[in-house]
């Protein structure tokens, strides 16, 4: 038998401060915060939404025997790929009426499926935040 991915159900990433990246999800990707507890856990987690995906927000301060994590937990070192329906100019106009700045873009990329338009900007921890859209 042969295994089959077929989709990211969620990614975890390592935060200095729980509150401040969800507000920034929030705020510039419009993800939805979701409070929760795991089976099996006393303790409430945080995590943001988007379509089918989420992003569990782990403090980087956080047990490994609390939270099962990766081996080496650093905040800032991810980068991050999301894809929009908005056009790049209107990333770049909301970026900016935001006062997030801007990293690069619009420039094409090559992403999994074909083209795409990418404008680059980072969370508070300093990830690279990438937003595109496909061209056809």
Request: proline share 5%.
């Amino acid at each position: 038998m042969e295994l089959v991915v077929t989709s990211l159900d969620h990614l975890v990433l390592n935060v200095s401060d729980v509150e401040v990246s969800a507000a920034w999800y929030q705020r510039v990707l419009g993800m939805r915060r979701e409070d929760f507890t795991p089976a099996g856990s006393s303790s409430a987690r945080t995590s943001v939404k988007f379509g089918k995906q989420k992003i569990n927000l782990r403090p980087a301060s956080a047990s490994p025997d609390a939270w099962l994590t990766a081996r080496s937990v650093a905040t800032g070192s991810a980068d991050l790929c999301f894809l929009s329906t908005s056009v790049p100019d209107e990333v770049v106009a909301h970026l900016h009426a935001l006062d997030i700045p801007i990293e690069k873009g619009p420039v094409e990329r090559t992403g999994a499926q074909g083209t795409l338009l990418s404008v680059y900007c980072r969370d508070p921890d300093g990830n690279l935040i990438e937003i595109a859209s496909y061209t056809t």
